[in-house]
């Protein structure tokens, strides 16, 4: 296979915070490893432990099996309340989207009362409201003193724990109500260096946003700190001593940082030759555009591209809203690669051995690779809320071509593709000049859990519901209106009505705010 020159991101403030420092990383893949990990690491906790998260669980098990903690609950709540009770030191911080009521069914009830009422003194729990309606805080992170953060995409919710086998039936694999739920995959970078006290001073910006308490200071670092290894054995290695901290960020009042964006979308234009992406959605529109210039740049060379990832939506109502346009976007990207030269393949895993029908692996991870040099992983899907509106951080690593850390991602992307097809070996993907044949005749044997998704043309896709759930931009009475009239075709000032209204009920228009600024 031909050399692959390097890639070479900017590192302004287009398309990254800053670049930090890192002295160790690793990446854990699955709720299994990051649980494992993070018990591990917040049982050595001394002073503080930050989460962030877009869900939490108060009864989330976060160890199962032969694993759990002998004598003691093994919930995130109890887990948390048993550390704050052995050390008087040990205050603990969590921060939580004040979510839609589009999710108020899926989420636990009277969490902020249980929090209030279940927690110990010094675990302080707050809502952040997104100052767009529509938006979310989507931030998946857990920091230990400034020692150690896990950053990715897995919140410590409900149905999230899974293993790397993602077997179709796993007695282990239960709801907090006991029920089992599908495989589950996602994936979660732990970093060890200077970099946690910069997410840390995250943390302390939104919190200082929502509430008067003050934000937690810099901590001391251990004197004898464990190595990732001995937190995590089973996380794969990755070398490396920076890594890019990327932000989305809506801000009233100015203009939002889209640097998540900026980063894919340069990752994308730059790559020479293979782009490996994990990811829970595809539906933006500004991603399928870097493809289509990269693809349709005649001067450059073919790409391979291999994306894993759902079929729909987490749920029927995100698979109602977004399903069409997810399906109108990949079936737009084959055909950019078919008409240019280029090969794609969208894959799915699913575990046959069961007597019913086959059971898929839910794809959460937000992952990219490029050439084997970038590594991109956080909380952003590609989507178009993830890209403007959501709050969303993603770490990226870079490697040259042929060095350790290259190597490094390299073999990690080997190991995810082995996981996919439920294969020990991952031997068989590390040639990239056969990875489509490789992935072609896995997909059609019987050993292998890997299966072609399936592309085809859609043309249900609904303007106005990509509008509401998944915006580009703020969503207002007039452009929720524009849509609605579209779709109807009523008179202009009963759609606006009927738009201010829906809005309004749906928690996606801030009517007060749009009131404030025509006054």
Not at 176 to 184: D, H, N
Request: proline share 4%; net charge negative.
């Amino acid at each position: 296979m031909r050399e692959v020159a390097d890639v070479k991101l900017l590192t302004g403030p287009e398309v990254c915070w800053k670049s930090s420092a890192v002295e160790e990383m690793a990446l854990l893949v699955d709720g299994d490893i990051y649980y494992r990990a993070f018990v591990r690491a917040a049982r050595r906790a001394r002073r503080s432990i930050l989460l962030s998260g877009w869900q939490f669980d108060t009864e989330a098990q976060l160890l199962r099996g032969d694993e759990r903690l002998p004598g003691a609950d093994n919930t995130m709540l109890g887990f948390l309340n048993r550390l704050c009770a052995e050390n008087p030191q040990l205050e603990i911080h969590i921060l939580a989207w004040d979510y839609s009521l589009v999710y108020a069914v899926e989420r636990e009830w009277m969490q902020g009362v249980k929090m209030a009422l279940r927690s110990n003194d010094r675990i302080h729990f707050e809502y952040w409201a997104h100052p767009n309606s529509g938006g979310s805080h989507h931030h998946k992170y857990a920091l230990i003193d400034d020692e150690v953060v896990f950053v990715g995409g897995l919140d410590i919710c409900d149905s999230r724990w899974d293993t790397r086998a993602h077997a179709a039936h796993d007695e282990r694999r239960v709801d907090v109500s006991g029920e089992p739920y599908r495989p589950f995959h996602d994936i979660q970078l732990a970093l060890r260096g200077p970099v946690v006290a910069d997410i840390r001073s995250i943390f302390q910006e939104f919190w200082s946003a929502v509430c008067e308490r003050p934000a937690p200071e810099k901590v001391d670092r251990w004197e004898q700190a464990p190595s990732l290894r001995e937190l995590a054995e089973d996380g794969l290695p990755l070398r490396g001593n920076q890594v890019l901290l990327s932000r989305t960020l809506f801000r009233e009042d100015q203009a939002p940082v889209a640097e998540v964006e900026a980063l894919l979308r340069q990752a994308i234009l730059a790559a020479e030759s293979f782009v490996y992406v994990e990811n829970q959605y595809f539906t933006s529109l500004s991603i399928l555009t870097a493809f289509r210039d990269r693809l349709s740049d005649a001067a450059r060379p073919p790409l391979t591209i291999v994306v894993v990832m759902p079929d729909g939506g987490d749920t029927p109502k995100e698979d109602f809203v977004l399903g069409n346009r997810q399906r109108s976007v990949r079936y737009a990207l084959l055909k950019l690669a078919e008409a240019h030269g280029h090969r794609v393949r969208f894959l799915i895993s699913s575990d046959h051995s069961s007597p019913e029908k086959p059971v898929s692996t839910f794809i959460h991870a937000k992952l990219m690779s490029v050439d084997d040099q970038l590594l991109c992983v956080g909380s952003a899907n590609l989507t178009n809320r993830s890209m403007r509106i959501d709050s969303e951080l993603t770490l990226t690593v870079q490697g040259e071509a042929g060095g350790n850390t290259s190597a490094d991602i390299r073999a990690i992307v080997d190991s995810l593709l082995s996981e996919h097809a439920g294969l020990p070996d991952a031997s068989r993907f590390q040639d990239r000049s056969k990875l489509i044949e490789t992935i072609d005749e896995l997909c059609l044997g019987q050993n292998s859990k890997l299966q072609h998704l399936t592309v085809e043309r859609c043309d249900d896709d609904d303007p106005m519901l990509t509008l509401i759930f998944d915006p580009s931009g703020e969503l207002t009475t007039d452009n929720f209106g524009d849509a609605l009239q579209a779709e109807v075709g009523c008179e202009d000032g009963i759609v606006r009505t009927i738009a201010r209204k829906a809005g309004q009920r749906l928690g996606v228009i801030d009517v007060d705010k749009e009131k404030k600024a025509k006054s």
